[in-house]
């Protein structure tokens, strides 16, 4: 290995297969071999035959689906509002002034803090749980696309100018396609925020969704169920992620050019 030395696809794969193989690998040792208790940690085994039964007899598979619905309608309801105005910030320094204080201000506040409220305001509904997600990821992307937009080759503009563009042709055929590759790269990382904040969304007041099943097998005492719902997370995650990157990739060829 040297510094900054890039890896082959095939290379890439193996070593992520072996990172997964070796954490299971201490996983089976510290369960079979009895060094961890059964009621704090239970067996890739046991985890396996719980997901199965969740799966099989337990409906699972509809808790998964209403936690998908909920990640995708609270990250697109963010992303269609704060895409918009984060351009606008990076563009116009003025409303960058008027708004940036706030935005900075509100993107500290934990999304979690606001359940209370929500649930005052819109129940224990599928409303409040995409507001949750909502008020958790739309300030983040409204300060990073601005940034990402605030940070355009001034060359560009100007040339852009010199060739006679007006300030509309500016954004639509200079700042969006220099940034929509960025941009595009921060919806991605934000949608795995969102995965975070509907499983907290999902621990109060839910009937329904992974984070009320991880709840009431935390009741029960339940690991095997508790893990499996993390792995379900994590999987989903990991694929909307590779989707992600792969749609980037087709969308903004230019990027790898």
Do not use: C
Not at 134 to 157: H, K, P, S, Y
């Amino acid at each position: 290995m040297r510094p900054l030395e890039p890896t082959t696809s095939k290379q890439r794969v193996a070593y992520g297969l072996a990172f997964f193989v070796l954490f299971v690998a201490l996983w089976s040792w510290a369960t079979f071999g009895g060094h961890v208790s059964k009621t704090f940690l239970a067996n890739p085994l046991t985890m396996v035959q719980e997901g199965y039964e969740l799966l099989a007899k337990q409906g699972f598979l509809f808790d998964i689906g209403m936690t998908i619905w909920r990640v995708i309608g609270g990250f697109v309801l963010a992303a269609v509002i704060a895409v918009p105005l984060g351009v606008l910030m990076g563009a116009y320094k003025p409303i960058e002034a008027f708004l940036e204080p706030f935005v900075s201000f509100a993107r500290y506040l934990p999304a979690s803090a606001f359940i209370p409220l929500l649930i005052l305001w819109a129940g224990i509904g599928e409303l409040q749980k995409l507001l949750v997600i909502f008020i958790g990821a739309v300030f983040q992307i409204i300060l990073m696309v601005a940034v990402t937009v605030g940070a355009t080759r001034r060359d560009l503009v100007e040339a852009a100018y010199t060739l006679g563009a007006r300030d509309s042709g500016i954004i639509r055929r200079v700042l969006l396609p220099s940034a929509a590759p960025e941009i595009a790269e921060i919806l991605r990382l934000v949608l795995g925020w969102a995965w975070t904040y509907v499983i907290v969304a999902e621990l109060i007041g839910s009937s329904s969704g992974i984070g009320h099943m991880i709840t009431d097998s935390q009741a029960l005492l339940n690991t095997g169920q508790i893990i499996f719902g993390i792995i379900v997370i994590g999987l989903i995650g990991l694929i909307s992620d590779f989707l992600f990157k792969a749609f980037n990739a087709w969308l903004f060829p230019w990027k790898l050019a």
